[in-house]
């Protein structure tokens, strides 16, 4: 089945080390997306891409950095990461087919779990 | 901006109705709707479009009044598997989706 997959889905890290989250796709979309949840405060948006050519900060972009090597492939890496950026992280996937300004459904991975010590 | 849910959480007695609202300060064109189970990835169930346009997905369907710039999602006769995190998301000036902070439902026997 065409599907996002995310590794690693659990990592716990030191302060300071830098890490990398991985997420792949197999639906053939142009669009992906990293997201950030924390408990009460739904899924925050960290770096969006809608094309290989084409990555943007979203709402919480500081500290974090991202990279689209393929169409299928969208990495998210914390240069220094700090406990603060404990958290769920969700790669999501999306087909732009509609009108301007709109989006249609998103498909999410798994998630990572990033404990930050 | 992100949009505004209400309740924040909502307990039911299974066959119960409930009525989960999405609303936003700037115009709508679409409303998206997820649900997240516990330990799991959020899951599309429907986008509403401008037009006042209602859908369906099990017993769960909403609605969206772009004049009032809301949507509501509506869960009839509720079931224990109904439970979960729901989230709206609007779609942002660049084309992003910007999701809502959740309304939690937890459907007890």
């Known amino acids: 089945d065409a599907d996002v997959t995310q590794t690693p889905r659990n990592r716990i890290t030191k302060t300071g080390k830098r890490i990398m989250l991985e997420c792949s796709q197999t639906?053939?979309?142009?669009?992906m997306y990293w997201y950030r949840q924390d408990p009460g405060l739904g899924l925050r948006l960290i770096y969006y891409s809608f094309d290989v050519k084409d990555i943007n900060k979203g709402e919480i972009s500081d500290g974090y950095s991202v990279s689209r090597q393929a169409q299928a492939k969208f990495s998210l890496s914390l240069e220094s990461a700090i406990p603060n950026q404990t958290a769920l992280y969700f790669c999501?996937?999306?087909?732009?087919?509609?009108?301007?300004?709109?989006?249609?459904?998103?498909?999410f991975g798994p998630g990572t779990r990033l404990t930050v010590l | 901006q992100q949009p505004v849910q209400s309740p924040q959480a909502v307990i039911l007695r299974e066959g119960e109705d409930a009525v989960i609202n999405c609303s936003s300060s700037k115009a709508l064109y679409s409303v998206h709707w997820y649900r997240q189970k516990h330990g799991e990835a959020p899951v599309f169930l429907m986008i509403?479009?401008?037009?006042?346009e209602q859908k369906g997905h099990e017993k769960i369907s909403a609605s969206f009044n772009e004049k009032k710039q809301q949507s509501s999602l509506y869960l009839t006769a509720s079931q224990l598997s109904y439970s979960g995190t729901y989230f709206c998301g609007t779609v942002g000036s660049q084309g992003n989706l910007i999701f809502g902070k959740g309304t939690k439902l937890s459907v007890k026997p």
């Open positions: 509403l479009l401008k037009g006042g």
């Open positions: 999501a996937t999306s087909d732009f087919k509609g009108l301007a300004g709109m989006d249609n459904e998103q498909f």
């Open positions: 639906k053939g979309h142009d669009r």
